[in-house]
């Protein structure tokens, strides 16, 4: 796939080698490229914990995104951004993301963990594979 005929690309943010290797693909002129944070409610006993998981989830996304962003070259970072959502549902979210704000591709880690329905793919990638109407490239190391 020559990922440079995209210029929009939404990539799946989950910290992973394979998303970090996503989000480095933004090296050409004018490439805009987005890392989503999907991140999952959690159940607490009260709605001011709730609160407080989900906003230290998406400082820990936003850290490690921002550590990746920095060692990018000075004239690429501009053109990677990071947004979050909230959301049961990763994949359905990913999918439903990339059409709604009109990306070409959609670039995400693979890292499936085994098994045998997913050896190599994990659940999200695989999911989005089937769901999405964009082309999708996978990154990452198989298992």
Same mark, same amino acid.
């Given at each position: 796939?020559?990922?440079?005929?995209?210029?929009?690309?939404? &990539?799946?943010?989950?910290?992973? @080698? !394979?998303?970090?290797?996503?989000?480095?693909?933004?090296? =050409? @002129? =004018?490439?805009? &490229?987005?890392?989503?944070a999907v991140l999952?409610? &959690?159940?607490?006993?009260?709605?001011?914990?709730?609160?407080?998981?989900?906003?230290?989830?998406?400082?820990?996304?936003?850290?490690?995104?921002?550590?990746? #962003?920095?060692?990018?070259? +000075?004239? &690429?970072?501009?053109?990677?951004? *990071?947004?979050?959502?909230?959301?049961? +549902?990763?994949? #359905?979210? $990913?999918?439903?993301?990339? +059409? $709604?704000?009109?990306?070409? $591709?959609?670039?995400? !880690?693979?890292?499936?963990? !085994? =098994?045998? *329905?997913?050896? #190599?793919?994990?659940?999200?990638?695989?999911?989005?594979?089937?769901?999405?109407?964009?082309?999708? *490239? $996978? *990154?990452?190391?198989?298992?």
């Amino acid at each position: 796939m020559n990922v440079g005929q995209f210029r929009r690309i939404l &990539v799946g943010w989950d910290c992973s @080698p !394979g998303a970090v290797a996503a989000a480095e693909i933004a090296d =050409g @002129p =004018g490439r805009q &490229v987005v890392a989503l944070a999907v991140l999952r409610p &959690v159940s607490r006993e009260s709605k001011e914990e709730q609160t407080a998981e989900m906003a230290a989830m998406r400082r820990q996304a936003e850290k490690s995104f921002r550590m990746v #962003r920095d060692s990018l070259p +000075d004239a &690429v970072q501009a053109g990677v951004t *990071l947004e979050s959502a909230e959301s049961e +549902d990763v994949a #359905r979210t $990913l999918c439903e993301y990339a +059409d $709604l704000h009109v990306f070409g $591709l959609i670039a995400l !880690g693979r890292h499936g963990t !085994g =098994g045998i *329905l997913h050896r #190599r793919l994990g659940h999200v990638a695989g999911t989005v594979v089937k769901k999405s109407n964009l082309p999708i *490239l $996978l *990154l990452g190391s198989q298992s």
